[in-house]
């Protein structure tokens, strides 16, 4: 555990004194009541926290797939805030690659083309695409099973296709929301050292919103909300990483692997229930 | 069953808050049964009155034909009619899915889990039909003002009488519990509900060998036209329908590979694997028009006999005349049937399919896109089988035609246009479903 801040990085993605706020009157909720992030570029952050406190909101609003009550997103120095639907829309599908629990692969499609269908989206030409989403899931232990259903594959090597999906397009920052919640904790922690390896060969920043300290772990620093504010950070030890299960090592041969480190001080422990978010938020 | 009727009294009261996506499947769902109960009435009534006139004393000679050709039309609308329901039904439970697999895990049984089902059918189907036999009622004054064998018809006799209302709300309640019930089964099996998806099966093509044969049956068959009657015209036109409801999903599967192997755009693509993954529910959408746009591309040829100009005698030429009318009638209501099992249809793939809507939708998917490709997969099939169909008939006209009747190429443009906005009608439908993908990937 290294208790202090590494040295000022640049700032890649930020928020600034982010506000939002749910209904109107006295039963308004504030699920985010003023947060200020920086995130720097390949690096990775896990916003954890307990139900309601504020975690999906905020990489909602990181996103921009939400615009916040007040405050500002900064990307690449630009506040998305302020941007049109439409911008955000392609910022995203541009910018921005995402992973979350399920419910994400199209079942029609197989596997080599539902990840590449960030690509043809952007109007690259198909086989180009599919040839380029390939590769991907070649790099993620997936080749031979281009041509899969989504219903033909495990969990682990469905979520590993919305990985490449989600790489596909060479992103900024990869957000990922609750990624091993419908997986059991061999095959999460599979899927997290292939995530964070896969980000760090891209040069990807990633954000995971979890309430799971072992996902958590996975990522370089720890993020703790709690009713709608940072309530503190977490940095992991330079270079460690947490021991992928062996059938995933073969599959990431180029991420370093490190004794798993001793438990981190848990954030934010869930002492109290927090607010239920309105609108399906906090899933 | 008490606690079956108890617990979906209580559902029930719970999904009724105005904030429930639910309730906009359940308006659909109405709205499918009551307009499929309204044209069955109305189709039953059209059938009663040819019927009545037939048995009136001093009918004309023609009056049988005129009930057998209404029987015909009756008989093409039947399948519309019964997708239309059966739609309707498995949007009736599409929303439900998560939630009735939910109850299994906690503990209900299969039995209960399919009651729920039927009572939620039920009350849905009850309620589309009886509002439907409202707008039976509504129609009757428009129907009315049809012209068949010289005269409009009596509001009287577009009345089909209490048993036959009775009997239509019966049918559409009946199939509304056979359809929840069959789409629910998965749900029923296994308490997680999940329904993966696999590489579908490709369809055989013995359905292909079919249509060859049936077409060279049709061939030996028609050549002899003038010495078979009309019910065997009636019995044909039914193993007709059989065999395109064999071939049109191996047609539909064909196309959407093509399709697909020929896409370059992400909508294309979607729509493609779409027709290949259920070539028969695309079908479904576009098969009933097809069919009737063919009959009514048979049935405008008559018209050209019924001018003054042809030599038919007053009667004939009223009779022909008329023919070609319920051709184009048929086609209208087949068309606006299809709209509507093509709206619910699609808004059913899309409730099914929310959570990849919303996460594409997050992930920065224009919805337009998404959009495109439902329209592609309702448009490419309905081009091919409408295009086909419209293609043959005029295969038909264009023989007639050329035999010293140009002046009659309205009749033509007639056809065309009939069939353009039938076909419309079904994208509209098809475009209809776009309010749904907005309400579900809502943040």
Not at chain 1, 73 to 95: F, G, N
Not at chain 2, 56 to 71: I, K, L, Q
Not at chain 2, 212 to 227: E, K, L, P
């Amino acid at each position: 555990m290294q208790p202090t801040p590494p040295p000022p990085a640049p700032v890649l993605l930020a928020a600034r004194s982010l506000q939002m706020v749910y209904g109107t009157g006295p039963t308004a909720t504030h699920a985010l009541a003023g947060v200020d992030l920086s995130i720097a570029p390949a690096e990775s952050v896990a916003i954890m926290g307990p139900s309601g406190s504020g975690k999906t909101t905020l990489l909602h609003c990181l996103a921009g797939i939400v615009r916040p009550t007040s405050g500002s997103v900064l990307w690449r120095e630009q506040d998305i805030a302020s941007l049109k639907d439409t911008q955000r829309t392609a910022l995203r599908r541009s910018d921005f690659g995402f992973v979350f629990q399920s419910g994400q692969l199209l079942p029609e499609l197989p596997a080599v083309e539902n990840a590449a269908l960030p690509l043809m989206l952007g109007g690259m030409p198909r086989a180009q695409a599919v040839a380029t989403a390939a590769v991907r899931l070649g790099e993620l232990g997936l080749a031979g099973m281009e041509d899969r259903r989504p219903g033909e594959l495990s969990g682990g090597q469905a979520q590993r296709v919305a990985i490449a999906r989600a790489l596909v397009g060479s992103p900024g920052v990869i957000f990922a929301d609750e990624p091993t919640g419908a997986l059991d904790q061999t095959t999460g922690a599979e899927v997290m050292a292939v995530l964070t390896q896969a980000a760090a060969r891209s040069g990807a920043a990633l954000v995971v919103v979890t309430h799971d300290p072992t996902v958590a772990r996975w990522c370089s620093r720890t993020v703790a909300m709690r009713d709608g504010l940072v309530s503190g950070e977490f940095y992991a030890p330079t270079g460690h990483q947490p021991t992928a299960p062996a059938t995933q090592q073969a599959t990431a041969p180029s991420a370093p692997q490190a004794p798993a480190p001793a438990p981190q001080q848990a954030p934010a422990p869930q002492q109290a229930p927090a607010p239920q978010q309105p609108g399906g938020q906090g899933r | 069953m008490t606690a079956t009727w108890s617990l979906w009294r209580l559902l029930r009261r719970r999904g009724a808050s105005s904030s429930d996506p639910q309730r906009l499947t359940t308006t659909l769902a109405i709205i499918a049964f009551a307009v499929a109960t309204a044209l069955l009435l109305v189709v039953l009534g059209g059938v009663g009155a040819f019927v009545d006139r037939a048995a009136a004393p001093g009918a004309d000679a023609d009056a049988e034909s005129y009930v057998m050709f209404a029987w015909i039309a009756s008989g093409l609308l039947v399948v519309p009619l019964t997708t239309l329901g059966a739609a309707a039904a498995r949007l009736a439970v599409a929303r439900r899915d998560a939630r009735l697999a939910a109850l299994r895990l906690a503990g209900a049984s299969t039995g209960q889990v399919t009651g729920l089902t039927v009572l939620d059918a039920t009350a849905q189907a009850v309620t589309g039909a009886l509002l439907g036999v409202v707008g039976y009622l509504a129609l009757i004054p428009l129907v009315s003002l049809l012209r068949f064998q010289g005269r409009t018809f009596e509001l009287a006799e577009l009345w089909t009488g209490v048993p036959i209302i009775l009997a239509a709300l019966a049918a559409v309640v009946l199939i509304a519990v056979v359809s929840s019930t069959m789409s629910l089964r998965r749900v029923a099996i296994t308490p997680l509900g999940v329904a993966n998806r696999v590489q579908p099966p490709g369809l055989t093509w013995l359905r292909a060998a079919v249509a060859v044969g049936a077409v060279i049956v049709f061939a030996v068959v028609t050549t002899s036209f003038g010495q078979v009657g009309l019910s065997v015209i009636g019995v044909m036109l039914v193993l007709g329908f059989t065999t395109l409801n064999l071939v049109g999903p191996f047609t539909v599967w064909v196309v959407g590979r093509v399709t697909a192997h020929r896409a370059r755009t992400a909508a294309t693509l979607l729509a493609g694997r779409r027709m290949i993954d259920d070539p028969k529910t695309a079908w479904r959408s576009v098969g009933g028009v097809a069919l009737a746009t063919f009959i009514a591309g048979l049935a405008s040829i008559t018209s050209l006999f019924s001018s003054a100009s042809s030599g038919a005698s007053p009667e004939d030429a009223q009779f022909l005349g008329d023919v070609a009318t319920g051709g184009y009638l048929t086609l209208g209501i087949a068309g606006l049937l299809a709209a509507v099992s093509t709206g619910v249809m699609q808004a059913g793939n899309v409730i099914a399919q929310r959570e990849e809507y919303r996460a594409l939708s997050l992930a920065g998917t224009d919805l337009r896109v998404l959009d495109s490709a439902r329209m592609r997969e309702t448009f490419i099939p309905l081009v091919v089988t409408v295009g086909t169909s419209a293609g043959f008939a005029l295969l038909f006209m264009l023989p007639v035609l050329g035999a010293g009747m140009i002046a009659q190429w309205s009749v033509v443009v007639q056809f065309v246009v009939s069939v353009g906005v039938a076909a419309g009608l079904v994208l509209a439908g098809a475009a209809a479903s776009r309010t749904v993908v907005r309400e579900v990937v809502r943040v």
